[in-house]
């Protein structure tokens, strides 16, 4: 009785430190949220795509086949036409400001624009098109457009389960790493020997007092993506907390384990940022790995935050149950028991 008792306290008095430290509300509960209004604004819901496209004056704007170039390219609604000198839309195309620029020369039409930029591809097939049907091209084959909305297919869907693994790994590493550094340099770890609690209780009880924390920080920002974007799981809700606590439980045995010997904030700083920013780029948080070389893909699959990315996008996008995420949940165990394991063994109270 005595020995759950002392966990219990443990366990309530990591809620309580977290409580009233006004930064970690911050961090935890109103910077995902802020990502996620900022990007959802930004990339979800736009029905029609603009494109930005560079006209520069004093050149010829009529074509051989006598049409108005700048009056056509403006004549779509899909085209943005900036006007200005050589200089300006030059340096407009340098900042991305436009995708492409339109030019004419004796041999005829010229679109200018980066190969390697997506948007300067699509760019340059809409003014082909739009400067062809304006010169009196007919397309033969008749084709119609059937406009339907997917739910879970726009970016904010996508966004969201990342939001939430991204702000599960930095509230448990910085948050529960940098508690145990203040409390070795403020000898208060000496202090919890002295009483009757085990070493092992102030360990489990960082696991288990994130469990608030998590609560918090999932409905925050689940409740949000509900209200200002209509995000809904299309799994259990019950699956996506589950699984969001087994990356809670991974990243805070990691947390404890980086602290394990660190007397130095600084040093605790830099640890966690080592391991928490090159996650962030490649675990797709932001944005799909599809893109990566493969070889990276094999390596990054393999980390915590590509898991618990993996899983809850799964659970949120596919209405994947745990049973089908036993690669995803047999990483994340392993990362919470190894670190554990090691943090007991390496754990200096002094």
């Given at each position: 009785?005595?020995?759950?008792?002392?966990?219990?306290e443990?366990?309530?008095?990591r809620?309580?430190?977290?409580?009233?430290?006004p930064?970690?509300?911050f961090?935890v509960?109103?910077?995902?949220?802020?990502?996620m209004?900022?990007?959802?604004?930004?990339?979800?819901?736009?029905?029609?795509?603009?494109?930005?496209?560079?006209?520069?004056?004093?050149?010829?704007?009529?074509?051989?086949?006598?049409?108005?170039?700048p009056?056509?390219?403006?004549?779509?609604?899909?085209?943005?036409?900036?006007?200005?000198?050589?200089?300006?839309?030059?340096?407009?195309h340098?900042?991305?400001?436009?995708?492409?620029?339109?030019?004419?020369?004796p041999?005829?039409?010229?679109i200018?624009?980066?190969?390697?930029?997506?948007?300067?591809?699509?760019?340059?097939?809409?003014?082909?098109?739009?400067?062809?049907?304006?010169?009196?091209?007919?397309?033969?084959?008749?084709?119609t457009?059937?406009?339907?909305?997917?739910p879970?297919?726009r970016?904010?869907?996508?966004?969201?389960?990342?939001?939430l693994?991204l702000?599960?790994?930095?509230?448990?590493?910085?948050?529960?790493?940098?508690?145990?550094?203040?409390?070795?340099?403020?000898?208060?770890l000496?202090r919890?020997?002295?009483?009757?609690?085990?070493?092992h209780?102030?360990?489990i009880?960082?696991?288990?007092g994130?469990?608030?924390?998590f609560?918090?920080?999932?409905?925050?920002?689940?409740?949000?993506?509900?209200?200002m974007?209509?995000?809904?799981?299309?799994?259990?809700?019950i699956?996506?907390l589950?699984?969001?606590?087994?990356?809670?439980?991974?990243?805070?045995?990691?947390?404890?384990?980086c602290?394990?010997?660190?007397a130095?904030?600084?040093?605790?700083?830099?640890?966690?940022?080592?391991?928490?920013?090159?996650?962030?780029?490649?675990?797709?948080?932001w944005?799909?790995?599809?893109n990566?070389?493969?070889?990276l893909?094999?390596?990054?699959?393999?980390?915590?935050?590509?898991?618990?990315v993996?899983?809850?996008?799964?659970?949120?996008?596919?209405?994947?149950?745990?049973?089908?995420l036993?690669?995803?949940?047999?990483?994340?165990?392993?990362?919470?028991?190894?670190?554990?394991a090691?943090?007991?063994?390496?754990?200096?109270w002094?």
């Open positions: 009785m005595h020995k759950r008792s002392s966990l219990i443990l366990t309530k008095g809620w309580r430190e977290f409580r009233r430290e930064s970690a509300f961090f509960i109103f910077m995902p949220i802020l990502w209004v900022i990007l959802g604004a930004a990339f979800s819901g736009k029905e029609n795509v603009k494109v930005q496209v560079g006209w520069i004056e004093g050149q010829t704007a009529t074509s051989p086949f006598n049409i108005d170039i009056a056509s390219l403006s004549s779509n609604s899909a085209i943005i036409l900036h006007r200005g000198s050589v200089e300006e839309i030059n340096l407009k340098l900042r991305g400001e436009i995708a492409a620029i339109v030019s004419t020369d041999t005829g039409l010229k200018i624009y980066d190969t390697a930029s997506q948007e300067g591809t699509n760019a340059s097939s809409i003014i082909k098109s739009t400067l062809q049907e304006a010169a009196g091209r007919t397309d033969p084959l008749s084709i457009s059937e406009k339907i909305t997917i879970g297919t970016y904010i869907d996508f966004l969201i389960p990342g939001l693994a702000s599960i790994m930095t509230s448990s590493l910085f948050g529960t790493g940098m508690l145990i550094v203040s409390n070795r340099r403020e000898n208060l000496k919890y020997l002295a009483t009757p609690m085990k070493p209780e102030y360990l009880s960082h696991i288990f994130r469990t608030f924390i609560i918090v920080e999932v409905a925050a920002i689940l409740i949000t993506g509900y209200l974007f209509g995000f809904k799981s299309a799994g259990s809700y699956s996506l589950a699984f969001a606590f087994l990356g809670t439980a991974a990243f805070t045995s990691l947390a404890i384990l602290a394990a010997r660190t130095n904030p600084a040093t605790m700083n830099g640890m966690t940022n080592i391991i928490s920013l090159p996650m962030m780029l490649v675990a797709g948080v944005f799909s790995r599809a990566f070389p493969e070889w893909g094999q390596i990054v699959q393999y980390l915590p935050l590509t898991a618990l993996d899983g809850l996008r799964r659970i949120a996008l596919e209405g994947a149950n745990l049973s089908t036993m690669s995803e949940s047999v990483i994340l165990l392993a990362y919470t028991l190894l670190s554990t090691a943090a007991t063994k390496l754990f200096k002094y």
